[in-house]
């Protein structure tokens, strides 16, 4: 079994490469399960442990510092040892993860657990968004959505597992455990993994490819730095809003707590629907565009919810109209970057990711205080500045990205 070459040599397409999406889709319906299930699961967590459900919440914090320190861990793996160690080094820590939080009975436990799924997650994504963005050239916005739509499938089918769970056992351990299942092909595709990543199309095999930026002459790049802002101020939006959704309906309109949370259904399935429709019309109209609209769009999501406080249809309509706008950007932000560094395309992606993830360790908890002190309106008017602000960023980065590549 042959080594992935490290990053700096020539790369020439892989003979096998094709099957590299495929693999990306299963990963990325195994990580969107995965993320889905701790939420509904934290009763469980916290019978096996003997802790309150408040002190097993707290596992959120440690799953974002996973995300957020990946760059420092996961990013330089992928970097120095190439695509199959990080896909390894990612699959390991979601097996390792989901042992922990099916098995552990004391918090630093389910706490390194948590962690260790954070880590984990993003050492997957990043794997495979890189080599999907770099396989795809100039198509990468197009397919890098059409690759975390699949994660979408998995955050709507996990509750499901849960669900069965409870109604069958009266514990969500059985969904943690098909989730660690779901994981282990990870690890045996990535320890199978021959092929090198292709470059671009349009790139002569016959040329040696460009060595990759070092990390700190990759950190003086202006446009990585607001790329980094845009997709962190996005991120934060998306997290805060169906995290908070359920709430603001509830609150805002009198609905049940059972009746609420079918608008976080909603919003996750117009968000996955959106990225496949994404994937469609992107073959006729730029990711520019596309995300200029789809900002637009979410900002007018929020003032259609603003607008009708007491109507619950018309929440359901917003968080629709919210879920299928939101659903490009990131991906597209994504697809950037890669073009952008092709040479340091798992750098850069790691990058993005560990920023977009520091960003969700404050924000939406800034929403949640607003929400309780404030009320739904003020949490949803606030929402509403950081998607201007989020306009702000793309305007700006928009600028700097149709000089270097439409």
């Not at 299963?26 to 939420?39: D, P, R």
Request: charged residues 5%; positive net charge.
């Amino acid at each position: 079994m042959e080594a992935t070459p490290p990053a700096s040599q020539t790369l020439q397409p892989a003979a096998g490469a094709s099957r590299a999406p495929w693999l990306g889709f299963y990963a990325f319906v195994s990580i969107g399960i995965n993320a889905s299930i701790v939420g509904p699961a934290l009763p469980t967590f916290a019978a096996q442990t003997g802790a309150s459900l408040e002190q097993v919440g707290l596992l959120f914090t440690p799953f974002a510092l996973g995300y957020a320190t990946s760059v420092f861990i996961m990013t330089p793996i992928g970097a120095r040892w190439g695509m199959r160690a990080l896909l390894l080094s990612g699959a390991t820590c979601l097996l390792v993860s989901l042992a922990l939080l099916l098995l552990a009975h004391s918090l630093p436990l389910i706490y390194l657990g948590a962690y260790l799924l954070g880590l984990g997650q993003s050492g997957t994504q990043v794997g495979y968004n890189s080599m999907v963005g770099l396989l795809a050239g100039r198509n990468a916005a197009r397919m890098l959505n059409r690759l975390n739509a699949f994660f979408g499938i998995g955050a709507l089918t996990g509750p499901l597992f849960v669900s069965l769970g409870y109604s069958l056992f009266g514990s969500a351990s059985v969904a943690v455990l098909l989730a660690l299942a779901l994981s282990a092909p990870l690890w045996i595709g990535a320890w199978t993994w021959r092929d090198s990543v292709a470059l671009p199309a349009g790139h002569n095999p016959a040329n040696p490819a460009p060595a990759p930026l070092p990390l700190a002459r990759l950190l003086r790049q202006p446009v990585l730095w607001l790329l980094g802002v845009t997709a962190s101020i996005y991120v934060s939006a998306e997290v805060a809003f169906s995290g908070w959704a359920a709430v603001y309906a509830e609150r805002g309109s009198g609905v049940s707590a059972a009746q609420s949370a079918l608008l976080v259904t909603v919003f996750f399935a117009a968000f996955t629907l959106g990225r496949y429709v994404t994937d469609l019309i992107s073959r006729w109209v730029k990711p520019s565009v596309i995300v200029s609209v789809a900002i637009a769009l979410t900002g007018l999501g929020l003032l259609k919810m603003l607008a009708a406080p007491g109507l619950f249809a018309i929440h359901v309509i917003g968080a629709a109209m919210v879920g299928v706008a939101m659903s490009p950007i990131y991906p597209i932000l994504l697809s950037y970057g890669v073009r952008l560094f092709p040479q340091s395309a798992t750098l850069v992606t790691g990058f993005l990711t560990s920023v977009a993830a520091v960003a969700t360790l404050i924000v939406p908890s800034v929403v949640g205080v607003v929400m309780a002190g404030q009320g739904p309106a003020a949490a949803w008017g606030l929402l509403l500045l950081i998607v201007v602000a989020l306009a702000g960023g793309w305007a700006l980065l928009r600028r700097m990205l149709m000089r270097q590549l439409e």
